[in-house]
């Protein structure tokens, strides 16, 4: 499973507010490039199994010389 996680935990490592992160996760989530879960009171977010999200992803790596590993 590719790594996931919930608006606080996103925030605090993005630096980031709630509000803002959740602004964010929406517009992402409207584009398809991530899904959601429910789990409890915790909504986690990940990337979207498409070639669009991955394609995207690839490009964010190399722009930003950073490796997010993706499980197969």
Do not use: W
């Amino acid at each position: 499973m590719p790594p996931r996680g919930c608006v606080s935990n996103i925030a605090a490592a993005m630096e980031m507010s709630d509000p803002a992160v959740s602004h964010h996760l929406k517009q992402l989530k409207g584009s398809g490039l991530i899904v959601s879960r429910r789990e409890g009171k915790e909504v986690y977010y990940k990337l979207a199994d498409t070639e669009t999200a991955r394609l995207v992803h690839k490009v964010c790596e190399e722009m930003f010389q950073i490796t997010c590993p993706l499980e197969q």
